[in-house]
């Protein structure tokens, strides 16, 4: 289906644009309004190339160093204005560990029903490094107010021109199913590092819920640790094997899948109360 097919497309999308770890919660009150919380960290490494060849492109001559600065406030407020009226951006901090830099934000919205967010959250930092920027297919929240209180998620379901045809793919011929140990190897060293959550908490106790993946009042939509993929030979021939499933099948194929926890309802619902 369309829907699995995005989140794949996605995962590529991170790949070719980096090394990220990216980490998106949105907390929700009984009264439709919250915040979002984002994590953003690419790696030290991948930056200083970036530099290496911004002071190339300036020129030998020019002394002063040319330097990526991921924490721009303001960057981040025009960012808020672009994830639904009423969405305001609160505070922020510059994250640094041994290996990555980043960011920290936090946004306040007075009604989710106007929140808009994509699977490609965090993207400023992708195009600040040069990476391509993909479609932003926007998550829609449908919230009633009561008590208990109704959210419905729905999730996207096309992210570009060729997932949105009703022709679905071919399924993969045994022969493109496979890779070598070799090619196993290089796609590890993409994946090293690479991680991505986007959550949704409730702010009270839930009654009623079909989500897959639920830990207390978190409901996980999407989470990607790819490192643990390891050299799996086999599960990375199983995950190559996705395009052209339905959803059924894909569920059988994810799961226990290691490193990936995917919401695989188009709606999710969650009935909450305090």
Known sequence: MKYVRFCFIGVALFLLAGCFQVETVVRVNPDGSG?????????????????AMMQGFAGEGNAK?????????????AQAESMGEGVIYISGEKLVT?????????????????????????????????????????IL????????????????KEATAATATDTPAAAPSADTAKMSEEEAKKLTELFHGLKFLLAIEVNGNIIETNAGHRDGNRLTLADFDLEKFGNALPQLEKLSGLNGRSMEEAKVLLKDFPGIKMEMNEKLKVVFGK
Do not use: C
Request: aromatic share 10%.
């Open 35 to 51: 915040t979002v919380e984002e994590r953003m960290l690419f790696s030290k490494k991948i930056l200083a190339q970036f530099e």
């Open 65 to 77: 160093p040319q330097t990526m600065e991921l924490f721009d406030p303001n960057k981040l407020k």
């Open 98 to 138: 041994d290996k990555y830099s980043g960011y920290k934000a936090t946004y306040a919205f007075t009604d989710i029903n106007k929140l808009r967010l994509s699977r490609q959250n965090g993207g400023s930092a992708g195009e600040a490094a040069g990476g391509a920027k993909p479609p932003a297919v926007p």
């Open 141 to 156: 929240f449908n919230f009633t107010k009561g008590s208990p209180a109704t959210l419905t998620i729905e999730m996207p």
